[in-house]
């Protein structure tokens, strides 16, 4: 079944100091429940290996244009089909930052409970995002 999952959060800041922040993959896991090393670079896009909660996976990283950033999973990971999409707006007060994520349950996994466990991770995640760059 699939799942489709926008969070929204907005910043006080520039909407480069959230894009390099997370352009920052090895420190990804300052937000993250997650660690990430960064792998050997392709053409125009980067490759990190993900490992989390017993998982470890690749994603293929590509920055699209100046305000997205897309990745999706290469091979077999702890979802089927996973695909992500992070673009940040300028705001008059800042920007604002949606995060897309559409991605396949295995056929074991409750879709329902893997949709509540992603929106709350990367809620989290947005939360301590905006701490640190809004710092900035």
Known sequence: MAIDIVVTQSFACE????????SEHQHLDRFFNASFTVLPSHAH????????????FIERVEQVDPFTLNYHIEGDGPVNHHRASINVTPSE????LVYSIHCQAKWWQP???LQ???RHDLTQALHKLKELCDAC
């Open 45 to 56: 896009y980067t490759r990190r290996q993900v490992s989390m909660l017993g998982y470890r």
């Open 116 to 118: 509540a466990i992603i």
């Open 93 to 96: 007060t800042g920007c604002l």
């Open 15 to 22: 909407p480069e100091i959230v894009l390099n922040t997370l």
């Open 111 to 113: 879709s329902w409970l």
